[in-house]
Nanobody, 121 residues
């Protein structure tokens, strides 16, 4: 099993910044992609940003230029730096990790418990 512990959500005014972090632990041989998704009330969960083991990144159009994803492979952590926050960024943010138990097993996805980000206008 893989455990993901998220931290860093909270309440911030529009234009402010927050940093989310997520630490993976458990039976992990290697970690492939890591990322952040979010779900606003009444909406489907959507991709925010992903980062490969090699450091290639992918962002939702709505956050490009404002959010930055990074990872520390040695510590099995992924972070999301969020700047110029807008009220429409309000959502529960979920960490996502694709990992392998050993070299022979396929990668599988694990989700964090979610952390609330609220941006006031």
């Amino acid at each position: 099993q893989v455990q993901l512990v998220e931290a860093g959500g909270g309440l911030v005014q529009a234009g402010g910044s927050l940093r989310l972090s997520c630490a993976a632990s458990g039976t992990i041989f290697s970690i492939d992609d890591m990322g952040w998704y979010r779900q606003a009330p009444g909406k489907q969960r959507e991709l925010v940003a992903t980062i490969s083991r090699a450091g290639s990144t992918n962002y939702a159009d709505s956050v490009k230029g404002r959010f930055t994803i990074s990872r520390d492979n040695a510590k099995s952590t992924v972070s999301l730096h969020m700047n110029s926050l807008k009220p429409e960024d309000t959502a529960v943010y979920y960490c996502y990790v694709e990992s392998r138990r050993n070299i022979l097993r396929p990668a599988f996805g694990s989700w964090g418990q979610g952390t609330q980000v609220t941006v006031s206008s």
